[in-house]
Nanobody
Framework: QVQLVESGGGLVQPGGSLRLSCAASGSLFSIDVMGWYRQAPGKERELVATFTTGGGTNYAESVKGRFTISRDNAKNTMYLQMNSLKPEDTAVYYC??????????WGQGTQVTVSS
């Protein structure tokens, strides 16, 4: 069983920055995969940024150059640094964890609102 807790969301003005955190606990293995997704009302949940099994990263085209995914393995924590935020980034952001049995776990989500 894996538990995921996101934090760091809130209200920010266009052009501002936020850093999201996802703290993971439970049965964790280094071969498992983590990433960030987001969902706005009436829209499908979409990939924002993920780590790949090869050790690299993938980003949605809409966030490339603005968002950076990172992790601290010693703390079992993943981060999403979001810069130059736009109103279109407004969504609930979710931490996603996929274990070596291909079971997927989601955090509760954290609201990010970009508005003036």
């Amino acid at each position: 069983q894996v538990q995921l807790v996101e934090s760091g969301g809130g209200l920010v003005q266009p052009g501002g920055s936020l850093r999201l955190s996802c703290a993971a606990s439970g049965s964790l293995f280094s071969i498992d995969v983590m990433g960030w997704y987001r969902q706005a009302p009436g829209k499908e949940r979409e990939l924002v940024a993920t780590f790949t099994t090869g050790g690299g990263t993938n980003y949605a085209e809409s966030v490339k150059g603005r968002f950076t995914i990172s992790r601290d393995n010693a703390k079992n924590t993943m981060y999403l640094q979001m810069n130059s935020l736009k109103p279109e980034d407004t969504a609930v952001y979710y931490c996603r964890y996929r274990n070596h049995y291909y079971q997927v776990y989601w955090g509760q989500g954290t609201q990010v609102t970009v508005s003036s």
